[in-house]
């Protein structure tokens, strides 16, 4: 399974920036894909996950009402709106995937999840 993230870029603080993630090769078991970021000199955090068959989706207390995970139907691929972006969300963005089955508390770990896309760079200035 291959990932490819894009959407990254320099926004003003309060801005918005779209990051998709789309799968390629053996994707029938996708479980879930989600979204983690990582910031100089910090470990990698969970952001968003979505579960497919059930639709649910998680987000890190952070991020809650600001961004948003959903599914591009036609693929295996997830989209991640992100509003009014703080300083603090400036980070290398990653997407991810996971064909086991996992809680919601699992999901959270980046270990839990089995292919990670490359990264795309989000800087949010003051």
């Given at each position: 399974v291959q990932l490819q993230a894009s959407g990254g870029g320099l926004v003003q603080e309060g801005g918005s920036l779209r990051l998709s993630c789309a799968a390629s090769g053996p994707t029938r078991s996708t479980y879930a894909m989600g979204w983690f970021r990582q910031a100089p000199g910090k470990e990698r955090e969970f952001v968003a996950a979505l579960t497919f068959s059930s639709r649910v989706t998680s987000y890190v207390d952070s991020v809650k009402g600001r961004f948003t995970i959903s599914r591009d139907n036609a693929k295996i691929a997830v989209v991640l709106r992100m509003n009014s972006l703080k300083p603090e969300d400036t980070a290398v963005y990653y997407c991810a995937l996971v064909n086991r089955r996992g809680?919601?508390?699992?999901?959270?770990e980046p270990g839990a999840w089995d292919y990670w896309g490359q990264?795309?760079?989000v800087t949010v200035s003051s």
């Open positions: 809680t919601g508390v699992e999901l959270r990264g795309t760079l």
